[in-house]
């Protein structure tokens, strides 16, 4: 139910995110037929001053990204493609802008647009106030539900996000703003509800009676990159936590919703949002542990460390790593501990979620030797899949029990190709699929916690452990589960 006859109006069309996401997404998209015929991807930028130039630096963009690109996607995609050079700063070209898509509305009898914000986040305010100063909202269309896609960061405390979604919701209804996170058009992500909810094994045991703990861990092995100034800012709990892995939990955690609307699935959310603020943070050093990367030599090459990153502060003080111990005090899931991490620079990339049960064992079972729990294990990336541990008679043994593991590789299969997170973002907002989108009460609740949780460190001053780059990160977070009695259940 795609939509057709759109126009997509691409701020930032020359930057790193529509060179390396958005346009590669479309022609994934395109490749696979998913396009209608007509519609129409404006892209605006300063760099360059006619189309061909654009579609060059496109093309190459595309080359590097891609082992073969199919000519005639790529021709069909460039039909699709015009570029309009504008800078956010001038009036004139806003102006400009307003001509030439009524021009083209006129013509081609454009049913929708949709204003994409692929820009930095100081101008996200601005943009959103110019399409409204100079009509481009007003021009006439079949169909006048023109949408508002935003990228991250969405503010960066509850004030500042608060004042960005007053001034788009001025403009915009609520219904027609599409807050991006890219965790939420991942395959395994999209694929918890299902889990959870098609398989009465599972539903039927989602909660505080069978669940021992819950693991979410989003470990990234890159560094900063060349995004130092907006990290140094940000830090691991505003560019990890408030945004993607708080989504990932609350897909786990949430109650179960009564129907799939968007609406339903989002309250459902905000509920376990508003829950987290409930935390008692007063003994702050049992529940988080911060680190940041220093210098490491690895197979006789140095890694550099966070501070001698590129327009890192020499003396910061931002953390790269944190570890946090949580829990959620509702029926479902009052005293189970819920561990979430996330980290650059550790020595694996690997997302996943561990749900791992309680050792209700049957007492005769009690005697031999030590049993493992029973482990159902989510794994969001490199491989996409699921893994789920029980315990079996060793054969031709004298009944000794061992842990054995089902799996079931997703991203193993013969001829699979997961789509990219981007490909399936754009799809759903051109056919109005809010579901993968964050509604402003999600991003409101999770800035609620998150600016908890900062306001308590600036308080106390809590330590900021030092880990090797490429390490498994500081040994206080194993601690703070090795004090529980339990593990980290990833690979790292
Ligand atoms: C982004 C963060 O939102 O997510 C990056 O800003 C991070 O710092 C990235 O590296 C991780 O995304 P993915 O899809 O590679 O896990």
Redesign the pocket.
């Known amino acids: 139910n795609i939509q057709n006859n759109f126009q997509f109006i691409l701020f930032g069309g020359t930057g790193d995110l529509a060179h390396n996401k958005i346009i590669p997404a479309f022609y994934n998209l395109a490749a696979k037929d998913s396009l209608p015929d007509k519609f129409t991807i404006v892209a605006t930028g300063r760099r360059y001053d006619n189309k061909n130039a654009y579609l060059d630096a496109l093309y190459n963009s595309l080359i590097n990204k891609k082992e073969k690109i199919d000519d005639k996607v790529w021709r069909f995609l460039t039909e699709h493609i015009d570029y309009f050079q504008l800078s956010f700063k001038d009036e004139n070209d806003f102006k400009n802008l307003r001509k030439y898509l009524k021009n083209k509305s006129k013509k081609e009898k454009v049913a929708n647009r949709i204003f994409y914000l692929a820009t930095a986040p100081k101008f996200f305010a601005e943009i959103a106030k110019k399409i409204e100063k100079f009509n481009l909202l007003e021009i006439k269309l079949e169909n006048n539900e023109s949408r508002l896609v935003i990228e991250?960061p969405f503010g960066h405390d509850f004030k500042s996000a608060k004042k960005l979604n007053d001034t788009l919701s001025s403009i915009f209804s609520e219904k027609n703003i599409f807050r991006i996170?890219?965790?939420l058009g991942?395959e395994m992500i999209q694929n918890i509800m299902v889990i959870r909810l098609s398989n009465p094994i599972f539903r039927a045991l989602w909660n505080k009676d069978h669940i021992d703990n819950i693991q979410i861990y989003?470990n990234?092995s890159?560094g900063?990159k060349d995004?130092g100034k907006?990290?140094d800012d940000?830090g691991v709990i505003k560019?990890?936590f408030q945004?993607?892995i708080l989504q990932v939990l609350s897909l786990i955690a949430m109650e179960e919703p009564e129907n799939l609307s968007a609406e339903e699935i989002s309250n459902k959310k905000v509920e376990v949002f508003k829950e987290l603020a409930d935390n008692d943070l007063s003994n702050i050093d049992n529940h988080i542990v911060r680190g940041q990367y220093i210098s490491n030599i690895v197979d006789g090459e140095k890694i550099k460390s966070y501070r001698e990153e590129k327009e890192i502060d020499s003396q910061s003080e931002t953390a790269t790593f944190m570890a946090l111990k949580l829990f959620l005090n509702n029926e479902r899931w009052r005293d189970v501990p819920i561990y979430l991490k996330s980290g650059?620079r550790l020595n694996k990339?690997e997302?996943g979620i561990a749900i791992e049960f309680k050792d209700s064992f049957h007492p005769a079972y009690l005697d031999q030797n030590k049993l493992d729990n029973n482990l159902l294990l989510i794994k969001i990336?490199p491989e996409e899949g699921i893994s789920l541990r029980f315990n079996t008679r060793k054969p031709a043994s004298n009944n000794k029990i061992v842990p054995v593991e089902m799996e079931f590789c997703q991203s193993c299969q013969q001829f699979f190709n997961s789509p990219e997170?981007y490909e399936v973002l754009i799809y759903d907002m051109i056919s109005g699929d809010k579901t993968l989108f964050t509604s402003w009460k999600e991003v409101s609740y999770s800035w609620k916690f998150i600016d908890k949780i900062q306001e308590k460190y600036a308080e106390e001053n809590i330590n900021l452990h030092k880990y090797p780059a490429l390490s498994k990160g500081p040994k206080a977070a194993d601690q703070l589960l090795e004090n529980d009695g339990r593990k980290w259940l990833d690979n790292n």
């Open positions: 991250k996170d890219h965790y991942k989003l990234e890159e900063v995004r907006y990290y940000a560019d990890m945004n993607h650059k990339k997302a990336q997170n």
